[in-house]
């Protein structure tokens, strides 16, 4: 079946902001298992795509489906608690906790139920045996991102770079099938950038989904299988890193604005 190779197809999208057409009638599907690009000029509509597919805004037209399942205008804590997980800026008030309340706090607050069945299956009473289940996996993730030095540290004290590797912890907490990534390398040097790639890559050897949108189109060539391009809320292309480059429109779009 389609929705089993791809897990998200998006079909006919449309969102208008008073008179711009921030999305334009925009149609693609992310294979599963892959690590595919969103790429476009400014304003192209690639933030506004994503907050139609995890449900931040509703579509004036077109549908969203996840692993075979119509989510178009479903809630954002819905589509989270399905699999379709992006991440989220660390909120102010999350600054004044450390990143291992943060982490605890994680799955709560996006995919809650799912989290208690994965960590503990079958299991349906006591709330201390599922909060220490909750914390070993919170460690096992901080370990994999290497951040598990600083789980006492406040979140609001982080660098730039250790505020993005927390909030693709955070995320991966809620054992997402499908992570959304809107510019999770801005502001972040050069050696962190290459660390929550390889990160990213190797979650992606795990089985994990990403569609990624990174303005750097020489990270973009060089990390993903797929690409996908949008000009003025449209898709202009979609195809491998090489098939894009050599693409005389995509030059067109990004040369001419
Ligand atoms: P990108 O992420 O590719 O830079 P966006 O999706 O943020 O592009 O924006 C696409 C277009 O929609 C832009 O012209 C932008 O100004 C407009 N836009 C986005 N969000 C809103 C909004 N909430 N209200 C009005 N216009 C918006
Ligand atoms: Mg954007």
Redesign the pocket.
């Given at each position: 079946a389609v929705s089993e190779e791809y897990p998200l197809v998006v079909e006919n999208l449309r969102k208008s902001?008073?008179g711009?057409t921030?999305?334009d009638d925009a149609s693609f599907r992310v294979e599963r298992g892959s690590l595919t690009g969103l790429i476009?000029p400014?304003?192209?509509?690639?933030?506004?795509?994503f907050n139609l597919i995890t449900g931040m805004l509703e579509p004036d037209a077109g549908s969203v489906t996840f692993d075979g399942e119509e989510i178009t205008g479903q809630k954002p804590h819905t589509i989270a608690n399905k699999g379709l997980v992006r991440t989220f800026q660390i909120a102010r008030e999350l600054q004044e906790m450390t990143v291992l309340e943060n982490m605890m706090l994680a799955p709560k607050h996006q995919r809650g139920e799912a989290l208690w069945r994965s960590v503990t299956p079958g299991f349906r009473g006591d709330v201390i045996e599922q909060e220490s289940a909750l914390l070993e996996r919170v460690w096992e993730v901080l370990e994999f991102f290497e951040i598990d030095h600083i789980a006492e540290e406040y979140a609001g004290n982080l660098s730039g770079g250790q505020r993005k590797l927390l909030e693709l912890a955070r995320a991966l907490l809620t054992d997402p099938d499908i992570l959304l990534l809107d510019e999770p390398f801005a502001g972040v040097n050069p050696s962190l950038e290459r660390r929550l790639l390889d990160h990213i890559h190797e979650l992606r050897e795990q089985g994990y989904t990403f569609l990624l949108?990174e303005h750097d189109m020489d990270l973009i060539m060089e990390n993903c299988e797929r690409v996908i391009v949008?000009h003025q809320?449209r898709v202009l292309t979609e195809g491998t890193p090489a098939e894009i480059q050599a693409n005389e429109e995509v030059i067109e779009a990004y040369l001419g604005g």
């Amino acid at each position: 079946a389609v929705s089993e190779e791809y897990p998200l197809v998006v079909e006919n999208l449309r969102k208008s902001f008073g008179g711009i057409t921030a999305v334009d009638d925009a149609s693609f599907r992310v294979e599963r298992g892959s690590l595919t690009g969103l790429i476009g000029p400014n304003g192209a509509g690639k933030s506004t795509t994503f907050n139609l597919i995890t449900g931040m805004l509703e579509p004036d037209a077109g549908s969203v489906t996840f692993d075979g399942e119509e989510i178009t205008g479903q809630k954002p804590h819905t589509i989270a608690n399905k699999g379709l997980v992006r991440t989220f800026q660390i909120a102010r008030e999350l600054q004044e906790m450390t990143v291992l309340e943060n982490m605890m706090l994680a799955p709560k607050h996006q995919r809650g139920e799912a989290l208690w069945r994965s960590v503990t299956p079958g299991f349906r009473g006591d709330v201390i045996e599922q909060e220490s289940a909750l914390l070993e996996r919170v460690w096992e993730v901080l370990e994999f991102f290497e951040i598990d030095h600083i789980a006492e540290e406040y979140a609001g004290n982080l660098s730039g770079g250790q505020r993005k590797l927390l909030e693709l912890a955070r995320a991966l907490l809620t054992d997402p099938d499908i992570l959304l990534l809107d510019e999770p390398f801005a502001g972040v040097n050069p050696s962190l950038e290459r660390r929550l790639l390889d990160h990213i890559h190797e979650l992606r050897e795990q089985g994990y989904t990403f569609l990624l949108v990174e303005h750097d189109m020489d990270l973009i060539m060089e990390n993903c299988e797929r690409v996908i391009v949008l000009h003025q809320g449209r898709v202009l292309t979609e195809g491998t890193p090489a098939e894009i480059q050599a693409n005389e429109e995509v030059i067109e779009a990004y040369l001419g604005g």
